[in-house]
Nanobody
Framework: QVQLVESGGGLVQAGGSLRLSCTASGDTLSFYNMGWFRQAPGKEREFVLSISWSGISTIYADSVKGRFSISRDNAKNTVYLLMNSLKPEDTAIYYC???????????????????????WGQGTQVTVSS
């Protein structure tokens, strides 16, 4: 069982930057691919980006390409989301999530689907003012 705790959210002006952290406990983070999702008021949760257990591979939503990046430090059991050039439409609750790196003895691929992630944090609010 993995417990995930996000931190680093807050209020920022458009064009500004924030770095979110997601720290895991209860298991070794290197056993998981990690993703970030977000949910804006009145909207469904959407995929933002994810990183493989090794840190070698990443996938991004088109809406954040060139502005957001993801990294991880397995020694610290922590994943980071660096958000630059923030826009008001980035306002949302941001969640980190853990996807098992293997199922049935086979490595899993990075996924944009929330159903592929078994563990979720409680979320951290990011508000971007115009």
């Amino acid at each position: 069982q993995v417990q995930l705790v996000e931190s680093g959210g807050g209020l920022v002006q458009a064009g500004g930057s924030l770095r979110l952290s997601c720290t895991a406990s209860g298991d070794t983070l290197s056993f998981y691919n990690m993703g970030w999702f977000r949910q804006a008021p009145g909207k469904e949760r959407e995929f933002v980006l994810s990183i493989s257990w090794s840190g070698i591979s990443t996938i991004y939503a088109d809406s954040v390409k060139g502005r957001f990046s993801i990294s991880r430090d397995n020694a610290k059991n922590t994943v980071y989301l660096l958000m630059n050039s923030l826009k008001p439409e980035d306002t949302a609750i941001y969640y980190c999530a853990a996807q098992p790196r293997s199922v049935g003895g086979r490595f899993t691929g990075l996924s944009r689907s929330s159903s592929e992630y078994d563990y979720w944090g409680q979320g951290t609010q990011v508000t971007v003012s115009s």
